[in-house]
């Protein structure tokens, strides 16, 4: 099972339409670090939820790979963290642009509830979900030809990642022999629909700055023209007080 040729990683065409930005992005050495150290929280995060699928299921065969995955991702986490530390200690201008939503990296198991997930369905998920992160590893790797220990981080990754794919898909198909192209397809709307969400998020965020600076910019300097004007029609000092009314009654 373990000794299964290996599935090959291949970035999408996407991905490949955006190799230049992809070569802006991670030019910045201070911008790389963090994108890195970001890395390794998810890949941390990822292998603790894998360790806890590896205690809900009750396929043997699961269990250990899901093990041997949660070790992977941990590994992964420590090299990441490594070199992303090594590279914010080298001295230079810090860009505070990430461009995340270019360059995600792996997501993990993106906020997946394991408790909840069917053996079939947590495993078309993570096939899906590592064979989209290989495919941007490849296009990382491609970009930092002037970083070979970054490069080199990628380059041992990405041989864990094919291992990932070549697993996941070969145990879904045997847990699900003639549903897993359904399983593959459910997960991969359920990962479009997260994709919507994420960028419908950004683009409110984006509309809601650009609302908030229309109304500093163009409403707020209307509403103090008008408060000015009607301080000038004030007359200056106290104004006389108004004669006390008489009481009708107590109320």
């Known amino acids: 099972m373990l000794a299964s040729p290996a599935v090959r990683a291949a970035p999408s065409t996407l991905d490949l339409l955006l190799l230049p930005l992809h070569r802006l992005v991670w030019a910045d050495p201070h911008r790389r670090a963090r994108k890195l150290l970001r890395f390794a929280e998810t890949e ?67 906020d997946l509830r394991v408790e909840k997930q069917s053996d079939e369905t947590l495993l078309a998920f993570l096939h899906l979900s590592e064979k989209a992160a290989a495919g941007r590893f490849v296009i990382y790797r491609r970009v930092l030809q002037a970083d070979p220990d970054t490069r080199g981080v990628f380059a041992r990754v990405l041989e864990d990642e094919a291992f990932h794919m070549t697993y996941t898909g070969k145990q879904l198909a045997r847990l699900s022999p003639r549903k897993h192209g359904l399983r593959l397809w459910q997960a991969r709307a359920g990962r479009l629909w997260k994709t919507y969400l994420r960028l419908a998020s950004a683009v409110a ?8 600076g229309l109304q500093y910019f163009l409403l707020l300097p209307a509403f103090a023209l008008v408060a000015k004007r009607a301080a000038r029609r004030e007359p ?4 006389p007080s108004r004669p006390p009314t008489p009481l009708q009654s107590q109320y």
Not at 205 to 212: A, C, H, Q
Not at 236 to 239: N, Q
């Open 205 to 212: 965020s984006v509309f809601g700055t650009v609302m908030l």
């Open 44 to 110: 941390a995060d990822g292998g603790r939820d894998l360790a806890r699928a590896a205690e809900l299921t009750f396929d043997p065969a699961l269990r250990r790979l899901y093990l041997r995955h949660a070790q992977d991702e941990q590994r992964h986490a420590d090299l990441f963290r490594r070199r992303g530390r090594e590279l914010l200690s080298q001295p230079g201008s810090a860009s505070k642009f990430e461009a995340n939503w270019l360059a995600p990296g792996e997501r993990g198991l993106d």
């Open 236 to 239: 200056p000092g106290l104004a």
